[in-house]
């Protein structure tokens, strides 16, 4: 064999164990990949944990993303995704799915913190989200039009702000829609006439950092982590992944993980409450 031959071969075997390597590289990497999508009030939580969980796992990625509940049961269901994110428990119609619950929050409603009204009966938030109610003044506060903001389809919020107060969403009449809670908390506190409803957690932790909303209490409880934990807060909701099928290798180990004591700290952190 002449050196050009023998320099020839040699080349075509390294490509070719550079080549293998790579590609064994690269189903190593695309069997320690977790994808989670849905709802916005269990991502920001779900993140920090994924984070977590890779730092103790540094060959392990987590992609979070959101785009509501009902994109997260439908992504688990079809595949789209290995976990899907939950603000709500399962309906009858999703029990092919199954859940596990990482943390507890609340629904709270909202409204500028320079809004003079103190507290709402459940009547008058029905009478407000449908249009009978148009000005605070008629419910004790200033002379202000009220800004209705409602969630969009899809959302669990929205759900279970409809279940609660027996409406359905065709009765809403909104003057703003708007999809996660950072979007709610947003408009809310940048217009002092509007009213809206999102996780206690979240309202919460904005409160705290100078955010211009207040929660209002419900049923004469204070929306607070508190009331929630405690079970005296009336509109408290399961934040849930949702799983298809036997859970095995490294959606097993993360679902374990996000159960366990050693995220404890992340979900206090959130303001949400431990299952």
């Known amino acids: 064999m002449s050196q050009a031959s023998r320099k020839f071969l040699t080349k075509s075997l390294t490509l070719t ?42 060959d392990v990625r987590i992609n979070v993303q959101t785009g509501g509940s009902t994109r997260g049961i439908n992504d688990a269901r079809v595949g789209l995704s290995d976990i899907g994110m939950v603000s709500r428990g399962l309906k009858d119609s999703e029990k092919d799915l199954t859940p596990h619950v990482i943390a507890l929050d609340g629904i709270g409603i909202i409204v500028h913190s320079s809004n003079t009204v103190t507290q709402l009966t459940r009547d008058q938030i029905v009478d407000i989200y ?84 207040k929660l209002l209490p419900m049923d004469g409880e204070q929306a607070s982590v508190v009331g929630v934990a405690s079970g005296d807060y009336p509109l408290s909701r399961p934040l849930n992944l949702v799983t298809k099928g ?18 404890s700290d992340l979900i206090e952190n959130q303001f949400f409450v431990a299952p």
């Open 130 to 213: 449908t249009g009978n109610i148009k000005n605070w003044r008629q419910v004790g506060g200033d002379d202000v039009e009220i800004t209705v903001v409602n969630k969009a389809e899809g959302r669990s919020t929205l759900e279970l702000f409809l279940h609660f107060f027996k409406l359905k969403n065709s009765q809403i009449k909104p003057q703003v829609v708007i999809g996660d809670n950072q979007q709610g908390i947003k408009t809310v506190s940048g217009n002092p006439g509007a009213i809206g409803y999102v996780s206690i957690g979240t309202a919460e932790f904005e409160h705290n950092r100078g955010t211009a909303i």
């Open 246 to 263: 036997e859970l095995n290798g490294v959606t097993a180990d993360f679902i374990k993980f996000v159960q366990s004591d050693a995220v």
């Open 17 to 58: 164990v550079s080549i293998g390597l790579s590609v064994f590289s690269n189903i190593s990497i695309a069997g320690e990949r977790l994808t989670l999508t849905g709802s916005s009030t269990v991502a920001p939580l779900a993140l920090e944990m994924a984070k977590r969980y890779e730092k103790n796992h540094p």
